[in-house]
């Protein structure tokens, strides 16, 4: 499985980006699809995560009303539209797959597959 995330840039705060992520080899549908990020001098963090099989939808609680994620099937991507853009936002997201379960879906040692990230930077 690989994975490709696009879509990061400068923004003001307030503002919105769409981050991207194509997934192609293998076979993904079983897996679990999340965003992670990770700013400066802290750890990875889980930001949002979707089924590909079935749809169920997962947020970190700092996101939650502000970041929607979904999937494309025909085009084997998944979505996470980031609105209401703050400067703590800022980071470097990567998405990645994996087998996760409810208890697992935050961590990062759940997911086997990772894309490189793409730097996502709000300004004040």
């Known amino acids: 499985v690989q994975l490709q995330a696009f879509g990061g840039g400068l923004v003001q705060a307030g503002g919105s980006l769409r981050l991207s992520c194509v997934v192609s080899r293998g076979t993904f549908s079983r897996y679990t699809i999340a965003w992670f990020r990770q700013a400066p001098g802290q750890e990875r963090a889980f930001v949002a995560a979707?089924?590909?099989?079935?749809?169920?939808?997962y947020y970190a609680d700092s996101v939650k009303g502000r970041f929607t994620i979904s999937r494309d099937n025909a085009k084997n991507t998944v979505y996470l539209q980031m609105n209401s853009l703050k400067p703590e936002d800022t980071a470097v997201y990567c998405c990645a797959a994996g087998n996760a379960i409810v208890s697992t879906i935050v961590r990062p040692q759940t997911y086997a597959y990772w894309g490189k990230g793409t730097q996502v930077t709000v300004s004040s």
């Open positions: 979707i089924r590909w099989s079935g749809g169920s939808i």
